[in-house]
């Protein structure tokens, strides 16, 4: 899985272009397994993310960084700080956990208004989907109130991060939301995607089963 990723992404950004990312999702969301699973192609155990991590990923000529950012309550709040200069950022959301879908939302709402993400591509991993009751991707589209958002192009797909089905699905798309970029300026920080059109309204989405992410989007 990881060399498939590295090659994918060798692929669709043949440049020196480094792209920031952005790793968001609430506590036990699945953000570390995720990002073990793309980079080491195997799961490993996890411990909850301290504060934020930032993994710098090289393959060829192309260059990427993800900032995993924590997800404990008080950390949530920081994660504005690392927004600006972001190319897109990705939301992990633990599907099983509906008692806390509704701060979810009020996360994912606070991510999608603000500034510095205007023209982010925005990739939402309905994770777990391994695990019987889990929302789908559908279901969880419409959780978040994410039909109304028309700001961002953004993309629900759903995945098991133990498993890593789904996970190079959704980075494919954030990889063609931000392929179209400039090269970096020297010295600067990469800007962020310039801000999609207004999306037109999504096609019905497919019913979500587990194993087999139906992703709900607009692009
Ligand atoms: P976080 O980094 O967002 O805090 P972790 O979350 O990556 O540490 O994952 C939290 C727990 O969820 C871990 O279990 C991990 O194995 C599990 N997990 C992550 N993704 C999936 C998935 O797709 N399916 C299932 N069933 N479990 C998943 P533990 O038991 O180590 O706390």
């Known amino acids: 899985m990881g060399q498939l990723f590295s090659s994918l ?19 036990n969301a699945g953000k570390t397994t995720i990002l073990y699973r793309l980079h080491l192609g195997q799961a490993v155990e996890t411990h909850p993310t301290v504060g934020c991590n930032v993994e710098s990923w090289s393959h060829r000529n192309l260059a990427f960084e993800v900032w ?14 690392y927004y600006r200069g972001t190319d897109a950022a990705v939301v992990v959301v633990d599907c099983t956990d509906r008692a806390r879908i509704g701060i979810v939302k009020s996360e994912v709402g606070a991510l999608l208004g603000h500034e510095h993400l205007a023209g982010a591509a925005v990739l939402v991993f309905a994770n777990k989907q391994d695990c ?3 929302m789908g991707p559908a279901e969880l589209t419409t959780a978040l109130g994410l039909d109304a958002v028309r700001r961002q192009a ?16 959704g980075l494919e798309w954030v990889s063609q939301r931000v392929a179209h970029l400039p090269p970096a300026p020297v010295g600067g920080v990469a800007p962020a995607v310039a801000p999609a059109a ?6 019905a989405a ?7 992410p139906a992703p709900t989007s607009t692009a």
Not at 68 to 81: E, F, I, Y
Not at 198 to 203: D, H, Q, R, S, Y
């Open 9 to 27: 992404w060798a692929t669709l950004f043949p440049s020196s272009r480094t792209y920031r990312l952005v790793l968001v999702g609430l506590d």
């Open 68 to 81: 995993d950012l924590g997800g404990q309550a008080n950390l949530r709040p920081s994660w504005a700080t």
């Open 132 to 134: 019987a009751g889990a």
């Open 154 to 169: 953004w993309h629900v797909q759903g995945c098991c991060g133990l498993t890593g089905e789904g996970l190079v699905e």
């Open 198 to 203: 207004p999306a037109p309204a999504p096609a």
């Open 206 to 212: 497919a019913p979500a089963t587990a194993g087999t």
